[in-house]
């Protein structure tokens, strides 16, 4: 069993920012990938960002050079900082991650981002 304790969403004008983490923890041996995922309202669910166990890290070309993603190992935790956010980065976003020999992602119960003036 995998859990998760979103934090960090809210409401923010545009051009303000954003640090989103998630914790996981349960039975938890090794993390392979994690990543962020949002759903906007009336859009399908799209990747947002994820990172590897190695570091690496890809993003979605709407967030490329705003949002960064990074994880703590140690903690079990992945972070996503949101800079000049827009109004269509407004969505829900769940975190979720990979464990090493299990063949499915384990998911955060989301929190609501929003981005209005």
């Known amino acids: 069993q995998v859990q998760f304790v979103e934090s960090g969403g809210g409401l923010v004008q545009p051009g303000g920012s954003l640090r989103l983490s998630c914790a996981a923890s349960?039975?938890?041996?090794?993390?392979?990938?994690m990543a962020w995922y949002r759903r906007a309202p009336g859009k399908q669910r799209e990747l947002v960002a994820r990172?590897?166990?190695?570091?690496?890290?890809d993003y979605a070309d709407s967030v490329k050079g705003r949002f960064t993603i990074s994880r703590d190992n140690a903690k079990n935790t992945v972070y996503l900082e949101m800079k000049s956010l827009k109004p269509e980065d407004t969505a829900v976003y769940y975190c979720?991650?990979?464990?090493?020999?299990?063949?499915?992602?384990?998911w955060g119960q989301g929190t609501q981002v929003t981005v209005s003036s």
């Open positions: 979720s991650v990979t464990l090493v020999g299990v063949g499915y992602d384990y």
């Open positions: 990172i590897t166990s190695g570091g690496s890290s």
């Open positions: 349960g039975n938890i041996v090794s993390i392979d990938v």
